[in-house]
């Protein structure tokens, strides 16, 4: 059965980066994207990018283009977002999630992580 | 960026009877191929959000048909019927149309 699992929880310092996994299972890893989706606490879905894990090739929100960094590692069938110079506006829950087939949506969704940025 | 607007933001149902979600979309979701890009996400407390319909209107795995959506190319239901206590959460409608893919504010729905 497909299966997203993500890195735990983290706690860091404003100013640090993080670097958040998304080890992936039950299906074939280069054959579909994994994006990734930030929710703010009692917020909406903001979607940051994604990244295909056959070429490498990533796509970002403009909004989260000099924040997050995007990459995998096939020989795991993980894939990472690196989170940099972290505010108290990047503390949030941050899921990874696979892009279905065709246009089926985004069908397999990681626990979620949460990041608490904080001194 | 496509803005969707959800109404209502909150919806307080009686289990058994029907819960209606209404997304606007600030443009138009048909793609080029024909294709309404409007999906449907439930994320109940404490999880991760689920699928629940893709292309405005056809029903994910596993999710039962008390589920439907229907609409135009801006204006979408989604439509709850005979609503149970595993229905609780919120609601999000979302679009892949272009980049950055975008998603509504939500829709908590609620038991009384």
């Known amino acids: 059965q497909v299966n997203l699992l993500q890195s735990g929880a983290a706690l860091v310092k404003p100013g640090a980066s993080v670097k958040l996994s998304c080890k992936a299972s039950?299906?074939?890893?280069?054959?579909?994207?994994i994006h990734w989706v930030k929710q703010s606490h009692g917020k909406s879905l903001e979607w940051i990018g994604y990244?295909?894990?056959?070429?490498?090739?990533?796509n970002y929100n403009e909004k989260f283009k000099s924040k997050a960094t995007l990459t995998v590692d096939k020989s795991t069938n993980t894939a990472y977002m690196e989170l940099s110079r972290l505010t108290s506006e990047d503390s949030a829950t941050y899921y990874c999630?696979?892009?279905?087939?065709?246009?089926?949506?985004?069908?397999?969704w990681g626990q979620g992580v949460m990041v608490t940025v904080s001194s | 960026d496509i803005v969707l607007t959800q109404a209502p933001l909150s919806v307080s149902v009686t289990p058994g009877e029907s819960a209606s979600i209404s997304c606007r979309s600030s443009?138009?979701?048909?793609?080029?191929?024909?294709?309404?890009?409007l999906y449907w996400y439930l994320q109940r407390p404490g999880k991760s959000p689920q699928l629940l319909i893709y292309?405005?209107?056809n029903l994910a795995s596993g999710v039962p048909d008390r589920f439907s959506s229907s609409g135009s190319e801006t204006d979408f239901t989604l439509k709850i019927s005979k609503v149970e206590t595993e229905d609780v959460g919120v609601y999000y409608c979302?679009?892949?149309?272009?980049?950055?893919?975008?998603f509504g504010a939500g829709t908590k729905l609620e038991l009384k």
């Open positions: 039950g299906y074939t890893f280069t054959d579909y994207y």
């Open positions: 999630t696979r892009r279905g087939r065709g246009y089926t949506g985004f069908d397999y």
């Open positions: 990244i295909n894990p056959n070429s490498g090739y990533t």
């Open positions: 979302g679009h892949r149309l272009e980049y950055p893919n975008t």
């Open positions: 443009k138009s979701l048909l793609s080029s191929k024909g294709i309404t890009s």
């Open positions: 292309q405005m209107s």
